[in-house]
C-alpha cells in the first residue's frame, strides 16, 4: 500500500520536473546564448554608440560647444529642423488620408496601393536622390522652366525637403494602416448614424483612438528625416552654410579632419537617436495595448 | 464622387473616401510614382547597348561583387546574431534586458553619417578595436561588410521576435515527452516555425545593405575596383555630369530591389500562413 502511493507519486512528479528541464535549456547554454548576445551588440551596437560620445569630448567641453555653436553647424541644425518640420507634417497628413481611405473602405487596388506606400523603403537613398535630380536639375524635366523663373530645387532647400519627404515617406501610414484595420469602423458608424460629420468622426472618434500609433510613426519618421544623409546629400551641392543638413556638415568637417567636431555634431544626432528610442519604447506599450484590444473587439 | 463610384466595392455611411484617397493618390504619384518613373524614361533615351555599356563596365561589374557580396556576408552574419538576440530577449531574463532590447532598434534611430565615422575611428588602425587585429578593417572591403552589419541587425531580430513569442510552448513540451532533446526540439520543432521569418528578416537586411550608403562610405576608403559600393558609383558618375549613366546603373538597383520587394512579400506571406498553422 504504502509502496504504492510513493509510486504513483513519483511517477506524477518526474514527468514534471523533466519537463522544465527539457522545455529549457541547460545553464551553460543559456549563459553562451547570452554572453554571444551582449558581445555581438558590444561590438556593433554599444562600443559605435560609445564612441560617438567618446570622440566627441576628447578635447574637451571648450572644443565641444566651439564645434556646435559655429555658424555653420548652427545654420545646418537650422536647415535640419526646417526639412523635418516640413517633411513630417506632410508626410502625418498623407498617412492619415491613406490610413483613412484603406482601413475605413473596400475598394479596388487597395493590395496595389499598400504596396507603393512600402516603395520608398527598397529605394535606395541614392537613388531616392538622383530621381529628384532628373526631374528638378538642370538637365531635367523641369530645370529649363525652373531657370526661367528663377527657382532653384536642386542644390537648394526645396530638394532637400522633397528628398527627405521620400525617405521618411511610409512611417506614418504604416503605423497607422494596421491599427487602424484592426479597430474597425463600428464607432464611426455609430458615430455617424447619431448625426456627427466626417471632420467631427475623425477628430472625435478616429483620431483619439491611433494617437499612441500617430504618436510611434511620427517619431520614427522625424529621427530619419534629421539623419539623412546619402538622399539629402545627392540634391544638397553641399554649400557651407546654405545647402548643409546636420549629417552632410558632419561629412564636410570629417573631411578636414576636425574629427572632434565632428563626433561633436553628431553627439547632437546619437542624443536624440537615444531620445527616440526611448520615446519609442514608452508609446510603444500603449501602442501594443490598443492593438491588443482592438484585436479582442475584432473578435 | 468619381472615385467611390469607380473603385468602392460597398457603399460605405462614412464620408471622406474621395477626399482621403484622392490626396493620397496625388502626393503618392508626386513624390514617389512620377519621380521613380523619371529614372526608366531616362533610360529609355539609351539604346540596348549603351545600357550595357553603361552597366557593365570592369569597374561597375567590381561594385556589384563588392555590393552584392557583402550584403549578403552581412545578412548572413545577422540572420545568426539576429536570431541569437530574439531568443535572449524572448527566452532568457538577464539584468539590463529591457534596454538591451530598446538599444537593438539604434541601427535605425542613430544616422547613418554617424555610425559610418563612428565605425571608422573604431575599426582603424590605431582605433579602439581595430588595433587589436592583424589585419586592416577601415578602409577595406571588410569594412564595408562591418558597416553593412551594424545596420542590418535590427531587421532580423524585429522579425524573428514576435514569431518567437507566439511558439506554442507545449509544442516543445510535447517533443520532450515523446523524447526529444533539447537540440532536437529547437532545430525539428521551433526553428521551422521561425524559419519563414528568419528568412523575411534575411532578405529585408540584404536589401537595406544593398542600397546603403551613408554608414558605408566613410569606413570604406572608397577605392575603385576594390572597395567602391554601387551607391557610390551613382553618385561619382552624377558628379561627372554623367546623368545618363548614373540613372543606368540605378535602373538596375532599382530592378533588383523590386524583385527583392516581391520576394519580401511572398515570405512575409508565407510566414503568416505557417504561423495562423501553429498557433
Given at each position: 500500500?504504502?509502496?504504492?502511493?510513493?509510486?504513483?507519486?513519483?511517477?506524477?512528479?518526474?514527468?514534471?520536473?523533466r519537463?522544465?528541464s527539457?522545455?529549457?535549456?541547460?545553464?551553460?547554454?543559456?549563459?553562451?546564448?547570452?554572453?554571444?548576445?551582449?558581445?555581438?551588440?558590444?561590438?556593433?551596437?554599444?562600443?559605435?554608440?560609445?564612441?560617438?560620445?567618446?570622440?566627441?569630448?576628447?578635447?574637451?567641453?571648450?572644443?565641444?560647444?566651439?564645434?556646435?555653436t559655429?555658424?555653420?553647424?548652427?545654420?545646418?541644425?537650422k536647415?535640419?529642423?526646417?526639412?523635418?518640420?516640413?517633411?513630417?507634417?506632410?508626410?502625418?497628413?498623407?498617412?492619415?488620408?491613406?490610413?483613412w481611405?484603406?482601413?475605413?473602405?473596400?475598394?479596388r487596388?487597395?493590395?496595389?496601393?499598400?504596396?507603393?506606400i512600402?516603395?520608398?523603403?527598397?529605394?535606395?537613398?541614392?537613388?531616392?536622390?538622383?530621381i529628384?535630380?532628373?526631374?528638378?536639375?538642370?538637365?531635367?524635366?523641369?530645370?529649363?522652366?525652373?531657370?526661367?523663373?528663377?527657382?532653384?530645387?536642386?542644390?537648394?532647400?526645396?530638394?532637400?525637403?522633397?528628398?527627405?519627404?521620400?525617405?521618411?515617406?511610409?512611417?506614418?501610414?504604416?503605423?497607422l494602416?494596421?491599427?487602424?484595420?484592426?479597430?474597425?469602423?463600428?464607432?464611426?458608424?455609430?458615430?455617424?448614424?447619431?448625426?456627427?460629420?466626417?471632420?467631427?468622426?475623425?477628430?472625435?472618434?478616429?483620431?483619439?483612438?491611433?494617437?499612441?500609433?500617430l504618436?510611434?510613426?511620427?517619431?520614427?519618421c522625424?529621427?530619419?528625416?534629421?539623419?539623412?544623409?546619402?538622399?539629402?546629400?545627392?540634391?544638397?551641392?553641399?554649400?557651407?552654410?546654405?545647402?548643409?543638413?546636420?549629417?552632410?556638415?558632419?561629412?564636410?568637417?570629417?573631411?578636414?579632419?576636425?574629427?572632434?567636431?565632428?563626433?561633436?555634431?553628431?553627439?547632437?544626432?546619437?542624443?536624440?537617436?537615444?531620445?527616440?528610442?526611448?520615446?519609442?519604447?514608452?508609446?510603444?506599450?500603449?501602442?501594443?495595448?490598443q492593438?491588443?484590444?482592438?484585436?479582442?473587439?475584432?473578435? | 464622387?468619381?472615385?467611390?463610384?469607380?473603385?468602392?466595392?460597398?457603399?460605405?455611411?462614412?464620408?471622406?473616401?474621395?477626399?482621403?484617397?484622392?490626396f493620397?493618390?496625388?502626393?503618392?504619384?508626386?513624390?514617389?510614382?512620377?519621380?521613380?518613373?523619371?529614372?526608366?524614361l531616362?533610360?529609355?533615351?539609351?539604346?540596348?547597348?549603351?545600357?550595357?555599356?553603361?552597366?557593365?563596365?570592369?569597374?561597375?561589374?567590381?561594385?556589384?561583387r563588392?555590393?552584392?557580396?557583402?550584403?549578403?556576408?552581412?545578412?548572413?552574419?545577422?540572420?545568426?546574431?539576429?536570431?541569437?538576440?530574439?531568443?535572449m530577449?524572448?527566452?532568457?531574463?538577464?539584468?539590463?534586458?529591457?534596454?538591451?532590447?530598446?538599444?537593438?532598434?539604434?541601427?535605425?534611430?542613430?544616422?547613418?553619417?554617424?555610425a559610418g565615422?563612428?565605425?571608422?575611428?573604431?575599426?582603424?588602425?590605431?582605433?579602439?578595436?581595430?588595433?587589436?587585429?592583424?589585419?586592416?578593417?577601415?578602409?577595406?572591403?571588410?569594412?564595408?561588410?562591418?558597416?553593412?552589419?551594424?545596420?542590418?541587425?535590427?531587421?532580423?531580430?524585429?522579425t524573428?521576435?514576435?514569431?518567437?513569442?507566439?511558439?506554442n510552448?507545449?509544442?516543445?513540451?510535447?517533443?520532450?515527452?515523446?523524447?526529444?532533446?533539447?537540440?532536437?526540439?529547437?532545430?525539428?520543432?521551433?526553428?521551422?516555425?521561425?524559419?519563414?521569418?528568419?528568412l523575411?528578416?534575411?532578405?529585408?537586411?540584404?536589401?537595406?545593405?544593398?542600397?546603403?550608403?551613408?554608414?558605408?562610405?566613410?569606413?570604406?576608403?572608397?577605392?575603385?575596383?576594390?572597395?567602391?559600393?554601387?551607391?557610390?558609383?551613382?553618385?561619382?558618375?552624377l558628379?561627372?555630369?554623367?546623368?545618363?549613366?548614373?540613372?543606368?546603373?540605378?535602373?538596375?538597383?532599382?530592378?533588383?530591389?523590386?524583385?527583392?520587394?516581391?520576394?519580401?512579400?511572398?515570405?512575409?506571406?508565407?510566414?503568416?500562413r505557417?504561423?495562423?498553422?501553429?498557433?
Amino acid at each position: 500500500m504504502s509502496t504504492a502511493v510513493l509510486q504513483s507519486a513519483a511517477i506524477e512528479v518526474q514527468p514534471a520536473a523533466r519537463l522544465r528541464s527539457a522545455t529549457g535549456e541547460a545553464p551553460w547554454v543559456r549563459r553562451l546564448v547570452i554572453a554571444l548576445g551582449l558581445g555581438f551588440m558590444t561590438l556593433f551596437l554599444f562600443v559605435p554608440l560609445a564612441t560617438v560620445f567618446h570622440e566627441a569630448l576628447k578635447k574637451g567641453w571648450d572644443v565641444y560647444l566651439a564645434a556646435i555653436t559655429e555658424p555653420d553647424a548652427l545654420s545646418a541644425i537650422k536647415l535640419t529642423l526646417v526639412a523635418a518640420g516640413i517633411s513630417v507634417p506632410l508626410n502625418l497628413a498623407f498617412g492619415l488620408a491613406a490610413a483613412w481611405a484603406i482601413a475605413k473602405f473596400e475598394f479596388r487596388g487597395k493590395n496595389l496601393l499598400l504596396t507603393l506606400i512600402d516603395l520608398p523603403f527598397s529605394v535606395s537613398p541614392v537613388i531616392a536622390g538622383l530621381i529628384y535630380v532628373l526631374v528638378f536639375g538642370l538637365q531635367g524635366w523641369f530645370g529649363a522652366w525652373l531657370q526661367a523663373h528663377d527657382m532653384k530645387v536642386i542644390f537648394a532647400v526645396p530638394g532637400i525637403v522633397l528628398a527627405t519627404v521620400f525617405v521618411t515617406f511610409p512611417f506614418v501610414a504604416r503605423e497607422l494602416i494596421p491599427l487602424m484595420q484592426a479597430q474597425g469602423i463600428e464607432q464611426e458608424e455609430a458615430a455617424r448614424v447619431l448625426g456627427a460629420g466626417g471632420w467631427q468622426i475623425f477628430w472625435r472618434v478616429t483620431l483619439p483612438n491611433v494617437k499612441w500609433a500617430l504618436l510611434y510613426g511620427v517619431i520614427l519618421c522625424n529621427a530619419r528625416a534629421m539623419g539623412e544623409f546619402g538622399a539629402v546629400s545627392v540634391v544638397s551641392g553641399h554649400i557651407r552654410g546654405q545647402t548643409n543638413t546636420m549629417p552632410l556638415h558632419i561629412e564636410i568637417v570629417y573631411n578636414e579632419y576636425q574629427f572632434a567636431a565632428a563626433f561633436a555634431v553628431a553627439s547632437l544626432l546619437a542624443l536624440l537617436a537615444l531620445v527616440t528610442l526611448l520615446l519609442k519604447y514608452l508609446v510603444e506599450q500603449r501602442v501594443r495595448g490598443q492593438r491588443r484590444e482592438a484585436g479582442d473587439r475584432a473578435e | 464622387m468619381i472615385l467611390s463610384r469607380a473603385l468602392l466595392k460597398r457603399h460605405s455611411v462614412l464620408p471622406g473616401f474621395d477626399l482621403a484617397l484622392g490626396f493620397a493618390l496625388l502626393y503618392i504619384s508626386l513624390i514617389v510614382l512620377i519621380p521613380l518613373s523619371a529614372a526608366f524614361l531616362k533610360t529609355f533615351t539609351l539604346s540596348w547597348q549603351q545600357f550595357l555599356d553603361a552597366t557593365t563596365t570592369p569597374r561597375v561589374l567590381a561594385s556589384y561583387r563588392l555590393t552584392f557580396g557583402a550584403s549578403f556576408l552581412a545578412a548572413l552574419l545577422n540572420a545568426f546574431f539576429g536570431l541569437l538576440v530574439a531568443w535572449m530577449l524572448v527566452r532568457y531574463t538577464f539584468p539590463g534586458k529591457r534596454v538591451v532590447d530598446a538599444l537593438v532598434d539604434l541601427p535605425f534611430a542613430l544616422p547613418t553619417a554617424v555610425a559610418g565615422i563612428a565605425l571608422t575611428a573604431i575599426w582603424a588602425e590605431n582605433g579602439t578595436l581595430g588595433q587589436w587585429l592583424p589585419f586592416k578593417v577601415s578602409f577595406t572591403p571588410v569594412g564595408v561588410w562591418v558597416a553593412l552589419v551594424f545596420i542590418g541587425l535590427p531587421f532580423v531580430v524585429r522579425t524573428v521576435q514576435p514569431v518567437l513569442e507566439d511558439v506554442n510552448r507545449e509544442l516543445e513540451e510535447v517533443a520532450a515527452t515523446l523524447g526529444a532533446t533539447r537540440w532536437q526540439t529547437f532545430s525539428k520543432v521551433v526553428f521551422p516555425i521561425v524559419l519563414p521569418a528568419l528568412l523575411t528578416g534575411f532578405a529585408l537586411a540584404f536589401a537595406r545593405a544593398l542600397g546603403e550608403y551613408g554608414s558605408v562610405i566613410f569606413i570604406a576608403g572608397n577605392m575603385p575596383m576594390i572597395s567602391e559600393i554601387t551607391p557610390l558609383l551613382i553618385i561619382t558618375k552624377l558628379e561627372q555630369y554623367d546623368y545618363a549613366g548614373a540613372t543606368a546603373i540605378a535602373v538596375v538597383m532599382l530592378v533588383v530591389s523590386f524583385a527583392l520587394l516581391l520576394v519580401i512579400n511572398l515570405l512575409q506571406a508565407w510566414a503568416r500562413r505557417r504561423q495562423g498553422g501553429v498557433a
